[in-house]
C-alpha cells in the first residue's frame, strides 16, 4: 500500500462511504482531532503511568479510531452498515473508570493548575484536546448528523483524564496545583 495518493492535493479527502468533501470540512475537522487526541494518547502512554493507566488509555486508543471511523461515515452512506459505533456501553465503562480513580483520590476542593510532573502535564494536554474534539463534533453536528454517544463520550473522555491526571499526580506523591486567584477582594471559586 502507497502512502501517498495524491488525492488531497486539491484540499479534499474522502470519507469512507466515498463521497469527497473539502478538508476543512466540520466532519473532517473533528476526526482531525480526534486523531490528535489519540496521538497525546500515545505520548502520555510512553510516560511512566502506571500499567493500569496504560491499559486504559490502549483501550481509549482504540475505542478513539471506532469513533473516527464513526464520524467518516455519515449515516445511511454506502459503508454505515459495516462501520463500528461509539455506543452507551463504551460512555458507561468511562463513567465506570472515573468512579473507580475517582474514588482514590481526595476530594476536589478548589479549581487545579494544568501542570505537575510531564505524565501529568501531558494527560492535561489530552484533556484538554479532547475538549476541542468534542467541541467540533459539536459543530458537526450543526451541519450533518452525528451520533450523539460521540459527544458523550468525548465529554466522558475528558473527564475521565482530568480524573487520570489528579491520580497520577497523588501516585508519583505532587497532588494537585492548585489555582491561587488574584487579590480581587472577592472570595475564589
Given at each position: 500500500m502507497r502512502i501517498y495518493t495524491r488525492t488531497g492535493d486539491g484540499?479534499?479527502?474522502?470519507?469512507?462511504?466515498?463521497?469527497?468533501?473539502?478538508?476543512?470540512?466540520?466532519?473532517?475537522e473533528a476526526y482531525g482531532t480526534?486523531?490528535?487526541?489519540?496521538?497525546?494518547?500515545?505520548?502520555?502512554?510512553?510516560?511512566?503511568?502506571?500499567?493500569?493507566?496504560?491499559?486504559?488509555?490502549?483501550?481509549?486508543q482504540d475505542e478513539l479510531f471506532v469513533l473516527g471511523a464513526d464520524?467518516?461515515?455519515?449515516?445511511?452512506?454506502?459503508?454505515?452498515?459495516?462501520t463500528p459505533r461509539v455506543g452507551p456501553e463504551h460512555v458507561r465503562a468511562l463513567e465506570a473508570a472515573i468512579d473507580h480513580y475517582d474514588a482514590q483520590?481526595?476530594?476536589?476542593?478548589?479549581?487545579?493548575?494544568?501542570?505537575?510532573?510531564?505524565?501529568?502535564?501531558?494527560l492535561q494536554v489530552a484533556r484538554a484536546v479532547a475538549r476541542r474534539a468534542e467541541r467540533r463534533v459539536v459543530a458537526a453536528s450543526r451541519s450533518t448528523t452525528?451520533?450523539?454517544?460521540?459527544?458523550?463520550?468525548?465529554?466522558?473522555?475528558?473527564?475521565?483524564?482530568?480524573v487520570?491526571?489528579?491520580?497520577t499526580a497523588h501516585r508519583l506523591g505532587t497532588g494537585d496545583a492548585p489555582w491561587h486567584a488574584p487579590a480581587t477582594g472577592r472570595p475564589a471559586p
Open positions: 484540499g479534499e479527502t474522502g470519507l469512507f462511504s466515498g463521497e469527497r468533501v473539502p478538508k476543512d470540512d466540520p466532519r473532517v480526534v486523531d490528535e487526541l489519540n496521538s497525546f494518547l500515545g505520548l502520555v502512554r510512553a510516560e511512566p503511568v502506571g500499567a493500569d493507566i496504560d491499559e486504559l488509555l490502549a483501550r481509549i464520524l467518516a461515515t455519515p449515516p445511511g452512506s454506502r459503508r454505515d452498515e459495516r483520590l481526595p476530594p476536589l476542593r478548589a479549581f487545579i493548575l494544568p501542570a505537575g510532573p510531564r505524565p501529568v502535564a501531558l452525528v451520533s450523539p454517544e460521540t459527544i458523550r463520550y468525548l465529554n466522558r473522555l475528558s473527564d475521565l483524564l482530568f487520570l491526571a489528579r491520580t
